[in-house]
């Protein structure tokens, strides 16, 4: 079965901080992918990123970056120089690549950010 | 944006009376879902279908039954409301399964559901 472990339940920064989101996973699979969302006070859910387990290299796009390291079973989540509009509810997502687990997107419980000005 | 309606957005029932939820889509994707979001649990996979008439269960299907008649049309059916089903229904489309290339749901605005 997959699991998605976000253990920061809420995480509180002030502008310009850099923070860290956590995201554990488990899976059987060899072959797996690994999301994160971003769910704004608005209440839409936004794709941010999708990685496969065979592409380990880390990522950055503009102020986010993120970490994915297999031997650890983390893909964490940075964002450098926190501004209020990155206020949201953050979640990680895992899809197994084979077989039915393939058709399903599991979802960690979520990790509120709050950026105060 | 991905062409998602969700209806009704908000609904307010009463405890064991039928109510069905609405996705319709303008993607032509094969692939839709069903997730219900409440807080403390993230985001959980009620049913979900990978083509016309086509439907699986997700981890908490109990109470859910599901129909999908044609590509564009997604139901989400509680024959019997129970308070516990009171959540934030999202509606999720993908053109390809999310454990293969290019998979990345897409969500619909959400329905919320009040069960008193």
């Known amino acids: 079965a997959q699991k998605v472990t976000q253990a920061q339940t809420e995480i509180s920064v002030v502008e310009k901080e850099d923070v860290t989101l956590d995201c554990v996973y488990e899976t059987r699979d060899t072959t797996y992918y690994l999301f994160w969302y971003k769910q704004p006070p608005s209440g839409e859910l936004v794709f941010l990123i999708r990685r496969n387990s065979f592409d380990e290299q880390n990522e950055i796009s503009g102020r986010y970056s993120w970490n994915f390291q297999k031997s650890t079973s983390s893909f964490n989540f940075t964002i450098t120089a926190s501004q209020v509009v990155d206020s949201a509810v953050y979640f990680c997502a895992l899809s197994g690549g084979s077989g039915g687990s393939n058709y399903k997107l599991t979802f960690g419980k979520g990790t509120l950010l709050t950026v105060n000005p | 944006d991905a062409g998602i309606t969700q209806s009704p957005r908000h609904k307010v029932t009463e405890t064991g009376t039928p109510v069905t939820l609405r996705c319709h889509q303008t993607?032509?994707?094969?692939?839709m879902y069903w997730y219900r979001q409440d807080p403390g649990h993230g985001l959980r996979l009620i049913h979900y279908?990978?083509?016309?008439?086509?439907?699986d269960k997700g981890e908490v299907s109990d109470g859910y039954s599901v129909s999908r008649s044609k590509t564009e049309d997604f139901l989400l059916t509680l024959e019997s409301a129970t308070s516990s089903q009171t959540s934030v229904y999202f509606c999720?489309?993908?053109?390809?399964?999310?454990?293969?290339?290019?998979?990345?749901?897409?969500f619909g605005e959400g329905s919320r559901l009040t069960v008193l």
């Open positions: 279908s990978y083509g016309v008439k086509d439907t």
């Open positions: 993607e032509n994707h094969r692939y």
């Open positions: 999720a489309i993908s053109e390809h399964p999310p454990g293969l290339v290019s998979g990345e749901l897409f």
